[in-house]
């Protein structure tokens, strides 16, 4: 049995006090709005109850934020892309940003397992004056249980239509960009990480967010870079999934004070 899942959320801002509706087909919910920085940003965890993501599934997830609204989105644990049939299995994640909105998408991590035939999108668009904290953490198998990933597909896009595109394929049996130091390098997870602003960052602002992620990735396997002064994307590379969101949220702790003068508050369910 496979599952056809959507989950549309608009989120308002009105009389100062950010609201969320939701409209779900399938097993996608939302757990209860939260406001840990007061009425004009929500929090909200994304729920997927059956746990994994097998072939034939498909879920979709459509995110409008109005005028001014800020919506702070995670996950309660990762996604995960389980063995296939011989089906594929799909994930899509749709935003649309009115002017002025600012979103924070922040899911954890997703693991691939071998075997898998998966496709992983990300895309989002942003009206006048609106801007985007968000990040990608992919785990490739299970090293700790001596899973490899060594079969399967995994594909993943991030697009940020006339701005921003990024599509990459791995095959399970792709040694050399598995292995290659010109890709994976034998590492088995990665993180991509990006500030977007509708309009052009100024240049003081665009290297204060850069060097907040350079100064902040200690890891060999990492690097920052700025383009068009619309888009700060940060990538990393590790052996597991720990150190990546450790290095995302201390980034986006620096971004968010830097770029909207926000203190690192962080969702609830990361506490759990």
């Known amino acids: 049995m496979s599952w056809h899942a959507r989950l549309a959320l608009t989120v308002r801002l009105d009389d100062g006090r950010c609201t969320v509706h939701a409209q779900h087909e399938g097993p996608l ?139 990459g394929a791995i095959n399970g049996g792709d040694t050399r960009l598995l292995q290659s130091p010109l890709g994976l390098g034998g590492h088995s997870a990665w993180l991509t990480m990006w500030f977007a602003a509708a309009q052009p960052l100024h240049t003081t602002r665009a290297n204060a967010l850069l060097e907040a992620a350079r100064e902040s990735a200690t890891m060999q396997a990492a690097g920052a870079t700025c383009l068009q002064q619309r888009l700060v994307v940060l990538r990393a590379l590790a052996d597991r999934t720990e150190p990546l969101i450790a290095l995302a949220q201390a980034v986006r702790a620096h971004w968010r004070m830097q770029a909207w003068s926000l203190p690192d508050t962080r969702p609830r369910v990361w506490r759990t």
Request: aromatic content about 8%.
């Open 29 to 167: 919910r939302v757990l209860k709005t939260l406001y840990p920085e007061g009425d004009a940003i929500a929090h909200q965890v994304i729920v997927h109850p059956p746990g994994g993501i097998v072939g034939g599934d498909r879920l979709q997830v459509g995110l409008a934020l109005q005028p001014g609204a800020h919506a702070v989105l995670t996950t309660p644990g990762a996604t995960r892309f389980y063995r296939s049939d011989g089906r594929d299995a799909a994930q899509a994640v749709e935003a649309h940003l009115g002017a002025g909105a600012r979103l924070e998408w922040l899911p954890l991590e997703t693991i691939v397992h071998s075997g898998c035939v998966a496709d992983n999108k990300i895309e989002f668009e942003l009206d006048d004056g609106a801007e985007m904290i968000g990040w990608d953490v992919i785990a490739l198998g299970l090293p700790a249980a001596a899973e490899r990933f060594t079969a399967g597909r995994f594909t993943q896009q991030l697009h940020w239509p006339g701005h921003w595109l990024e599509r």
